[in-house]
């Protein structure tokens, strides 16, 4: 352990997830958006390009699209 670090209690177990039984995340997995980060996608999405939407946002183009498309 680290100098400083107080461990004041163990973690609860991880349950698996999915057939597999792997762990399940942590956190949110990389490269997925949150409403916050869709919503100001589809704002800026009649303006600029997919790549530079995902520039902005810090991710890959591939969750953008779906986050800038036109929902009727």
Partial sequence: ???????????????????????????RPPGHLTETERRAIRALAASRSLRDLAAASGVSHEPCGPASARRS
Avoid: D
């Fill in 1 to 27: 352990m680290r100098p400083g670090f107080v461990l004041v209690g163990q973690p609860p177990a991880r349950r698996v997830a999915g057939a597999s039984g792997r762990a399940p995340y942590q956190r």
